[in-house]
Structure formats: C-alpha cells, structure tokens
C-alpha cells in the first residue's frame, strides 16, 4: 500500500510539474503575440532610435 502511495503522489507530482509547464508556455505564448507586433523594418527603427538614446545624440521624450 505505501508503495501505491508513492506511485500516486509520483504521477500527481509529474502531472502538476506539466500543467504548469504548459501554463507558463500558454503566457508566454500569449505575451508574445500582444507585444511582437512589429515587423523587421520597424525593429531596425526601433533599435536605431534605441541607439540613438544610448549614445546621447537623441533624449528621450519626458512628460512634464
């Protein structure tokens, strides 16, 4: 019998290590098909303007 316990607690353990595995691919999935919206050339843009910023020849815009 507590080897039929150990079994059990064993296949729960495996099953729940799955589903949250599969949630958490689920999210992610999720998140990056709301966010990656840009395509390539807007991405070189973006990552222009980016560098833009880091090198100082561009501030970012600030609300006042």
Do not use: C, W
Request: proline letters at 2%; zero cysteines; glycine letters at 6%.
């Amino acid at each position: 019998m507590e080897q039929f316990n150990h079994a059990l607690t064993t296949v729960f353990g495996i099953a729940l290590l799955g589903a949250l595995g599969f949630e958490i691919s689920r999210r992610r999935r999720k998140l990056r098909d709301l966010y990656n919206v840009l395509d390539a050339e807007d991405k070189h843009v973006v990552a222009e303007l980016d560098d833009l910023v880091a090198s100082g020849r561009l501030q970012p815009y600030v609300a006042n």
